[in-house]
């Protein structure tokens, strides 16, 4: 099955489950912010082992479940753990979930992550991502392109909207949480970082740096999707400090962090529903 047809079966499963559903936003869970799935009125849920031609999520603090529901009568689907390069996937199979959101009538995709911090290093900070770098991974576009999807060669000077990072802006200022702005680069995984690498990702310009994001952005974007990125610093990235990085400790940190990313996530939808009269 090549992956325009997985991306085809994915959708029909999900449709001949929950046909009448059509889903304004999406939110894309990040490690350990699997929580905002269980905090919407949810009308139904999924597992990806029930879709047809879903890639599976092997990761711990990753679910792995469709979830449908409403915040604030404002239609959503939650994707409760992603799929990632790392787990033995091609880029273009990791954003699957991606095409399979602009067939179901998505507008905006909500991207979040667990990073590790370069300019911004205290655990827990909030960062919007205003940029990206992808230079150590494959562009999910290369090989055939679906044109119904979007052009051969889409413009990336807009990756994350504008307008979304200034109305995130503007729900955190009402609510007193102070967010950040940076670029953030992804790099393969599932190896953290190096100190040499991180030296190099500084250079480069980048912010924060992670294992995921930008290959799905890439696809959101090519099909004119809007994008919001929020980035939650988990740790100081390697060589930045003197601590070693385990996947436990980022957990804890992200969970520490979830409930404070789960109100400005249902204000910021909130507000984006009013802006566009959902």
């Given amino acids: 099955m090549d992956q325009i047809s997985r991306v085809y079966a994915v959708y029909n499963s999900i449709i001949q489950q929950i046909p009448h559903f059509k889903p304004k936003v999406a939110i894309v869970c990040g490690t350990g912010l699997g929580s905002m799935a269980e905090n919407i009125e949810s009308i139904y849920s999924i597992p990806f082992q029930l879709v047809k031609g879903m890639p599976k999520s092997t990761v711990d603090g ?32 990791v954003v699957i979930p991606i095409r399979v959101m602009k067939l179901l009538g998505v507008e905006c995709v909500i991207l979040t992550n667990a990073s590790g911090g370069i300019t911004y290093t205290k655990p827990g900070t909030i960062m919007l991502i205003k940029d990206h770098i992808s230079t150590c ?19 990336m000077s807009e990756v994350y909207d504008k307008e979304l990072i200034e109305l995130a802006k503007d729900v955190a200022l009402s609510k007193n949480v102070e967010l950040k702005e940076g670029v953030y680069m992804q790099f393969a995984g599932p190896q953290y970082e190096t100190p040499a690498e991180i030296k190099m990702a500084k250079v480069l310009g980048a912010d924060a740096v992670g294992m995921s994001t930008v290959i799905e ?62």
């Fill in 62 to 93: 990753h679910e792995g479940r469709f979830v449908f529901g409403y915040i604030d009568s404002v239609p959503v689907l939650i994707m409760q753990g992603r799929i990632h390069f790392y787990e033995g996937y091609s880029a273009e199979e």
């Fill in 137 to 155: 991974v494959p562009s999910p576009l290369i090989g055939k392109n679906y044109d119904s999807f979007g052009t051969r060669f889409p413009d």
């Fill in 217 to 278: 952005a890439i696809a959101a974007a090519h099909a004119g999707m809007k994008v919001l990125g929020v980035s939650v610093i988990s740790n100081p990235a390697a060589g930045v400090s003197e601590e070693k990085i385990n996947h436990i400790d980022v957990q804890k940190t992200i969970v520490e962090t979830a409930d404070v990313v789960l109100d400005l996530g249902r204000s910021f939808i909130n507000s984006l529903s009013k802006k566009n009269r959902w």
